[in-house]
């Protein structure tokens, strides 16, 4: 039990349903027509929120917030954050990449690892 608590294992339990929410939502929404007018689009959109795969996404991003919560109420934001958004946008895109077959270009690739080393960087000597 000492481990679900730890900081760190909650983080990455809270990066991994912000992962999972914004793959499940781009799959629900991949294909779909949205309307233009202002008034339909928001009632379509609306409408989508009680569909298994929409709403499991909202679920996990919900859930995900809560364990964010907890984790920084105890532990640097300066620190975690970094760590939150770095991971989080990795994951989701090398994710996308091959789950949804979306293009990771030489310099998507590049900016990836900027990201990565940034990270490594800011977190020296913590």
């Known amino acids: 039990m000492k ?8 983080l990455s ?3 991994l349903l912000t992962v999972y929410a914004q793959l499940a939502m781009k799959k629900h929404m991949t294909g779909l027509e949205i ?8 009632l379509f959109l609306v409408s989508q929120l009680i569909q298994p795969l929409a709403l499991s ?5 919900f859930m995900a917030g809560l364990i964010w919560m907890a984790v920084i109420s105890k532990h640097d934001l300066s620190h975690l954050y970094p760590l939150f ?6 994951a989701v895109v090398v994710l996308s ?4 077959n979306e293009s990771l ?3 998507n690739m590049i900016g990836l ?6 990270l490594i960087v800011s977190t020296l000597g913590r």
């Open 105 to 107: 270009s030489f310099f």
């Open 13 to 15: 339990f809270s990066i």
């Open 35 to 42: 309307p233009s007018k202002v008034g339909a689009k928001l």
């Open 113 to 118: 690892c900027l990201i990565v080393i940034g």
């Open 57 to 61: 996404s909202i679920v996990a991003a």
């Open 97 to 100: 990449t091959f789950l949804f």
């Open 85 to 90: 958004i770095c991971s989080t946008i990795v």
């Open 3 to 10: 481990f679900l608590s730890s900081g760190y294992s909650l």
